[in-house]
């Protein structure tokens, strides 16, 4: 017997027919999914670093991001790298690369997927944006091509080791998300990171890989914290998830994405700055369980994919350093992944990252690293080596 699927995109009564499926296929898609990710896991993430190492530089980089203890890599799949073109055409031996090499040695991966290529790009952020990379956080015009994106990257790896899916990085900010604002808004020319519009494309994607690659989970996207914000930056993660919530489809996600950095502070520290702290505790508004129990995601496993601390930057002056010493680095890694897993729901915590060496020489973001730029061990490497040993 055929039935209609019914996907919620938008709060209230907005409703999106997508296609007749069968009545086996409408309950592989609507059940919840009961597959999680094991406890007890952490992970080194690596964005799209690996993708154009040579063959021995990444087999050795693997070696020891497996030594350090780490079961799981977060890796970009790019879509303006894949389809960089049009939508016919798809280039995936970067990624063949990666996903054969990381399974080789017993990596799982966390593929996220993100990004716009130019000719997918919607018009009027098209307009607004100064350089090609800044157009590349532009959302896409259309939710149909992004899906089909993610539906042949579920496909392609399938039964592989790409075992989760990341919808979008910090899709709060506006440098990673761009949606143009109406013509009409009093501010003129300006994009925003847009809870509604993204949660259209997510669904959307996530409703292919859930029907493709069932056995595979589902994440959102990784939220950034951000405790001040001012227009055009984006919204705090406690706001942003307030109004994405009530928008997504449950059924199609197995965990919320955060990034919960506490630098320069412990993570066990109550402070306004603390977004590990904000995961379960503290006040009800900031409290991101509290809001995902609010909004029928309460079973959901919350996914920490970014963590750590930066060891250089520009200024030690400000209420929030830009950076914090070697030796606290140290302290927040093994603190993290002590604390991580006494929080009640949670799946991997994913620092960033295992070295300098990798990392863009920008600001403090080259020295989230593990290792500093010549390779040698900074204390947080034996931190998550003996964190992870511990688990």
Same mark, same amino acid.
């Given at each position: ?49 690996? @993708? ?75 307009? @607004? ?7 590349? &956080? ?25 075992? $989760? ?33 993204? $949660? &259209? ?11 493709? $690659? ?11 914290? @951000? ?42 520290? $109550? ?89 863009? &020489? ?30």
């Amino acid at each position: 017997m055929a039935k209609s699927l019914l996907l919620y995109i938008s709060g209230g009564a907005k409703y999106l027919i997508v296609g007749v499926l069968t009545a086996c296929m409408l309950l592989q898609v609507l059940v919840p999914h009961t597959q999680a990710a094991a406890k007890h896991e952490v992970g080194i993430s690596t964005g799209a670093t690996l @993708l154009r190492m040579k063959d021995r530089t990444l087999d050795r980089r693997l070696i020891d991001i497996e030594r350090l203890g780490a079961t799981w890599i977060r890796v970009d799949f790019n879509w303006p790298a894949i389809q960089p073109h049009n939508a016919k055409s798809y280039d995936w031996k970067i990624y063949d690369r990666v996903v054969r090499v990381a399974g080789a040695h017993n990596l799982k991966i966390l593929g996220t997927l993100a990004y716009t290529p130019r000719w997918a790009q919607e018009p009027r952020c098209a307009k @607004l944006v100064i350089t090609l990379a800044a157009g590349q &956080k532009c959302n896409p015009k259309s939710t149909e091509a992004f899906a089909r994106f993610a539906r042949s990257a579920a496909l392609r790896y399938k039964g592989k080791n790409v075992r $989760a899916w990341e919808i979008w990085n910090e899709p709060n900010l506006s440098s990673y998300w761009k949606t143009a604002q109406p013509p009409n808004n009093p501010v003129r020319n300006a994009v925003h990171a847009d809870p509604v519009a993204y $949660a &259209k494309f997510a669904n959307a994607a996530a409703y292919q890989i859930r029907r493709n $690659a069932p056995n595979t989970l589902v994440i959102t996207g990784g939220l950034a914290p @951000l405790w001040e914000p001012k227009y055009p930056k984006g919204l705090r993660q406690s706001d942003y998830l307030a109004q994405l919530l009530p928008r997504l489809n449950p059924a199609l996600f197995d965990g919320v994405g955060i990034h919960p950095y506490s630098w320069p502070t412990l993570p066990d520290r $109550a402070v306004i700055h603390n977004a590990f702290h904000s995961v379960d505790q503290g006040r009800t508004r900031f409290n991101l369980r509290a809001i995902m129990e609010k909004n029928g995601f309460g079973a959901k496993q919350m996914w920490g994919t970014e963590y750590g601390a930066p060891t250089n930057g520009v200024s030690r002056a400000h209420e929030r350093p830009d950076h914090v010493s070697e030796a606290l680095q140290a302290q927040i890694i093994a603190g993290g992944i002590r604390n991580w897993y006494a929080k009640p729901n949670v799946g991997p915590l994913i620092v960033h990252s295992d070295s300098d060496q990798w990392l863009r &020489k920008r600001k403090n973001e080259n020295s989230f690293g593990l290792r500093r730029t010549d390779g040698t061990q900074k204390p947080a490497y034996r931190a998550f080596q003996n964190a992870a040993k511990g688990l």
